[in-house]
């Protein structure tokens, strides 16, 4: 049953323009710094084969690629998980599955599988623009493999707050623009790190961009990814409280 | 026979306000309930509740011998159910919604294809099968939505206001379909237009502050409505037991000293005989006008008489 939704919302996001035009815009400016950053290695190719235990290929072209992909998911994930339940509960189409024999879960977990999987759609594609260079080069597979996973565990935890959000606000803009607020917020957190004085270890763990960072680095341990995990099976549990209060209401 | 839906004393609170208010009811096969009320009397609430989509605030809802709090999936496994405002997916075309709602409601795989033919045949739906809902007319929209109601054969229906936004025609078709669901299923049904009831329900209740205030069946209905009454005014007080000695006269009323209300049947209207009577005993027959009572007056008198 689980699946019967997933499979629904993936189509249906194919229905409207809006899937087809992420993925062609977010390939469109990934493309173009991917080129950009093998333009860079070109360039400095030379200088680094002077220095001792320099950045490889990995280094300069995929990490910044994989950072910038996830910068515009920050930017594009709201704008997919939107219209997810709240759309539903303004059209009034949201009784069909709450009078379909399934559960609150079902729902909720379906409906999460389908966005999440036009999200990996995106990230298996934008992983084959680094894949493209085995043609000519050598990549460090392992980091590679890293940086897809760390870009996957945000994926998910991106759209399950988005989820989140869909369920509580009333209109698919608010919906957006809290799950971005809250998103981006997480994002910056970090930035207090930088001062050396004031570092806050709570903030530094709660930052979403410090343990991407860490995985993307290469080293997978399992606080990061446990991170991700928590942060994801939060919301979707929180989406679940959420949608069983609907009909509790007022 | 046992019941397909058993409500007891059930309770929905919104804040303060009570939309639904200690209501007990029964359905079984082969009923179609009508439910009456005016604006915000609670029947949507009502409704809501019976499918899983509110919870209320207290009260037994059995379905199918199911509870609907214990065991909501093997309890809406016989429900159908048409909310007020029908649930389409618009972008979807009429086969691809009616396959979805299948897989919804759990029909097997083997059988989709036929449940699907089934009700497009039921309401109507083949020409359109291929188009987006969302290009429909609002009277196809409404039969995709009863459409997906019966579409997995379930034991009861449960229909908000199927024939809003339909032409007479269609009305007629809608009512045809309902009457022949209530044969081998129970419905209810949902309304405020009262020859509806008269015409496709079996059993009828009136809901009115959340309270129900009248539960009977459409057949002992129509026969209290069978009984008319006459009024009659006369100059001298009339001598009632004369006046009740006529065959066809059932009971008479008081209203004022010379002025009486009397009931009878409508098998032998005795109106000749009684004005007969009265000049024959000189009471000087001033007025005498028949009191008519259709189901109207007894949604008007009932719903407006908060006491009852």
Known sequence: ?250 | MANLITVEHLYRYYGKHCAVNDVSFTLAKGEVLGFLGPNGAGKTTTMQILCGNLAPSAGEIKINGFDLLDQPNKAKRSLGYLPDTPPLYKGLSVQEFLHYCAQLHGVAKNSIAYAIDKAKERCGLAEVSGRLIANLSKGFQQRVGIAQAILHNPEVIILDEPTVGLDPIQIREIRALIRELGQDHGVILSTHILSEVQESCSHVQIIHQGKLILSESVSGLNQSMNTGSIQVTTRMIPDTSILLAIPGVISIDNIRQNQIRIHHSMADNPGKQIVETIIAAGWELQELTPVKRSMEDIFIALTQNSDL
């Open chain 1, 1 to 250: 049953m689980i699946l019967t939704i997933a499979s629904r919302e993936f189509k249906t996001l194919f229905l409207s323009p809006l899937a087809w035009t992420v993925l062609a815009i977010l390939q469109c400016i990934l493309a173009y710094i991917f080129l950009t950053q093998l333009e860079t290695f070109n360039i400095i190719q030379p200088k680094l084969a002077t220095v001792d235990n320099a950045p490889g290929l990995t280094d300069i072209v995929v990490t910044p690629l994989f950072g910038n992909a996830a910068i515009i998911f920050l930017l594009v994930t709201p704008l997919l998980t939107m219209r997810v339940i709240c759309e539903e509960r303004r059209n009034k189409t949201l009784s069909l599955l709450l009078s379909a024999p399934i559960s609150n879960v079902d729902i909720i977990v379906g409906k999460y599988l389908g966005i999440l999987g036009l999200l990996l759609l995106m990230s298996f594609l934008i992983t084959l623009m680094p894949l493209s260079l085995l043609t000519g080069g050598v990549l460090d597979t392992g980091k590679l493999f890293a940086n897809l996973l760390a870009l996957l565990l945000l994926v998910t935890a991106f759209v399950a707050t988005g989820l989140y959000m869909s369920c509580v606000a009333g209109h698919p803009t608010v919906a957006a623009i809290g799950t971005f607020g809250i998103l981006l917020s997480l994002w910056i957190l970090d930035w207090t790190a930088g001062i050396k004085d004031q570092r806050s270890e709570l903030f530094e763990y709660i930052s979403i961009l410090r343990h991407f960072q860490n995985l993307q680095s290469g080293l997978i341990s399992s606080v990061d990814v446990g991170y991700f995990l928590l942060f994801t099976g939060t919301f979707i549990v929180l989406s679940i409280r959420s949608l069983e209060n609907g009909r509790l209401q007022k």
